[in-house]
């Protein structure tokens, strides 16, 4: 079928001659879906404000050669502008957005992981949580989805029942102290417990917590997330 329509979130633009831009496109039946919509940045353009990055959009695109072209676009979430415009919510965004092109292949359709983005960047849009926390959660979830569930109440090596004070991100979560290599990270049980928290979406308990516990739990998740991704996440700034 050469003309198809999805759901879809904007992770990324490029600029393409005088006019046009190559989207990376997070679909919801598709997966991810490289792009080109023409005429967008002209100031005429019916439709390029709607694709920027992080807006939810439903589009119809046509099938091409190497690229598929943007036909129609209807705007779904105006999530963009409001990230933008602060910047932790702009970095978070970028990392979860680096993440999801990672995790999501080209025609690999991953309904949830769509689902869990569009969530993510709704949430952080509107501000309800801190930035970096909303961000650390949706890293945690997103790695769960693909099968790389942190372990946070047995030793992820040998399974011996917790609490345990550290953490090895190549293992897969916290370890006792006869399975840890060498150089493991102490994670003391308030970062464990607030890791639970941000896997589990326990928000009251997020938004509770001290700025330098998240922080602290913001590392540990940033190590877990760039070891399972194979790759350096740039956005991962620091709150």
């Keep these: 079928m050469p003309t198809y329509r999805d759901d879809a979130v904007v992770l990324r633009t490029h600029k393409l001659g005088e006019a046009d831009r190559i989207l990376t496109l ?27 990055p992080f807006m939810a959009v439903d589009a119809q695109l046509y ?99 917790g609490p345990h004070d550290r953490f090895s991100a190549p293992t897969g979560g916290v370890v006792c102290d006869s399975c840890a290599p060498a150089g493991t990270p102490r994670a003391d049980a308030e970062t464990v417990e607030l890791l639970a928290a941000l896997l589990e979406g326990d928000w009251p308990r997020v938004d509770a917590a001290d700025p330098s516990d998240l922080d602290r739990a913001g590392g540990f998740v940033a190590a877990y997330a760039q070891f399972h991704l194979e790759r350096a996440i740039r956005s991962l700034g620091r709150r």
């Design 63 to 161: 099938v091409g050669r190497n690229l598929d072209i943007v036909q129609q676009v209807d705007q779904l979430g105006a999530y963009g502008a409001a990230i933008a415009a602060d910047y932790d919510r702009y970095m978070a965004a970028n990392a979860m957005a680096e993440a999801a092109d990672r995790l999501v292949g080209e025609g690999d359709a991953q309904p949830q992981q769509f689902f869990l983005l569009v969530g993510a960047l709704r949430s952080l849009s509107r501000g309800e949580h801190p930035a970096g926390a909303t961000r650390d959660s949706y890293l945690l979830r997103a790695l769960g989805l693909s099968g790389w569930t942190v372990q946070l109440d047995a030793c992820a090596r040998c399974g011996l029942a």
């Design 26 to 52: 997070l679909t919801r039946q598709h997966g991810k879906v490289r792009a080109v919509a023409k005429g967008v940045r002209r100031t005429s353009s019916k439709f390029g404000a709607r694709l920027e």
